[in-house]
């Protein structure tokens, strides 16, 4: 199974959030799949939190990029609902890699995002 996962996942991870082990069986069958802005993210979060990011915990992950801009993936994120760019971006990215949202499982802690994820067919 793929799942694309989302930077609110890799973050309540690094920071051993509660029910970070429940997200780790969670995410534990899937092939994992994201945008590399995931990275900067998770980065970022790192550098607020003042921990270090240690980049082993994103070797499971293949990168996804799509080949240019992602106009009509974002402009399906947008009709579902109103999203932060970067949340948007996520989801476009995971639309890009499958037109038809019914094939991959969108893994995400952002109650919004996740809302948005399955009014576009991504399972859950």
Not at 60 to 78: H, K, N
């Amino acid at each position: 199974m793929i799942g694309y996962i989302d930077t609110s996942v890799v973050v309540a991870i690094t920071l051993g959030e509660g029910g970070a082990d429940a997200i780790l069986k969670k995410v534990g069958p899937f092939q994992l799949v994201a945008a590399p802005l995931l990275e900067a993210e998770w980065r970022s979060a790192c550098r607020r939190e003042g921990i270090p990011a240690d980049p082993a915990l994103l070797q499971e992950i293949e990168w996804v990029v799509a080949p240019g801009e992602l106009s009509s993936q974002l402009a399906r994120v947008f009709e579902a609902g109103y999203l932060r760019g970067a949340d948007a971006w996520h989801l476009a990215t995971a639309l890009y890699l499958a037109p038809d949202p019914g094939e991959l499982t969108f893994l995400t802690l952002d109650e919004r995002q996740g809302e948005i994820a399955v009014k576009l067919g991504f399972r859950r």
